[in-house]
């Protein structure tokens, strides 16, 4: 029987390819990225597969209904001055690092199903400037990672670690379900299909004409 993250891994694979063929971020990324904003499905509250916010209200390709809501989330900022919709008693407090820790409230995007959060995720992404580097580097995902942290993706100091860290393990669980190579066995076949009707075809053809 297939683990949980086995099964999220499963489940929203053909979601992330769908979302790489359309803006070329990587299948691993993506992956680890909503198991890391979902704790890998767990908290997946209007099929919010990522930590987008509402923001510009810009449709980067699956949100075109427009829908959002009101999540509790933590937020790292330079400043003690920060301001958001809601912020928890007790809150900022300051870090080691000097950073300043907000436990809040704030408007996030919400989609009809998982599909939409991946398209609109990863049209984010590929239409936004500051990622534009990283995008040099879709062959590579570990590098991509570290290069959509370093355009400022996320404000918790050790994103970087914990994003690298679940796409091991993602991996592991794609080598180990064989994912990548069920989708090659079923396209071989059809290939090998499709060349043999041509050869039919061509003989009948032959035939007729003698």
């Keep these: 029987m297939a683990t949980k993250k086995e099964q999220f891994v499963i489940r929203y694979y053909p979601y992330a390819k769908k979302a790489s063929e359309k803006s070329g971020v990587p299948i691993l990324f993506a992956l680890a990225q909503s198991a890391l904003e979902s704790g890998w499905g767990k908290s997946a509250k209007g099929n919010m597969m990522f930590g987008i916010k509402k923001g510009s209200g810009r449709n980067y390709g699956g949100w075109s209904q427009g829908g959002s809501q009101l999540i509790t989330t933590t937020e790292y900022s330079s400043s003690p001055n920060r301001s958001f919709p809601f912020i928890y008693p007790g809150y900022p407090i300051r870090q080691s690092n000097g950073k300043w820790k907000y436990r809040i409230k704030d408007v996030f995007r919400a989609y009809p199903n998982p599909f939409f959060s991946f398209i609109d995720w990863a049209g ?4 936004n400037r500051r990622y534009s580097y990283a ?3 879709k062959k ?3 590098r991509f990672a570290e290069e959509v942290a370093k355009a400022g993706y996320a404000t918790d100091p050790n994103y970087v670690s914990k994003v690298k860290r679940i796409m091991k393990e993602v991996e592991q669980i794609i080598i180990l379900k064989k994912l990548d190579k069920k989708e090659r066995s079923i396209v071989l076949p059809m290939a ?3 060349i043999s009707v041509i050869a039919i075809i061509i003989a009948v053809v032959k ?3 003698k």
Excluded: A, V
């Excluded at 984010?124 to 239409?127: G, M, N, P, R, T």
């Design 124 to 127: 984010l992404l590929f239409k």
């Design 135 to 137: 995008m040099q580097f």
């Design 140 to 142: 590579d995902p570990y």
């Design 192 to 194: 090998i299909m499709g």
């Design 207 to 209: 035939s007729n004409t």
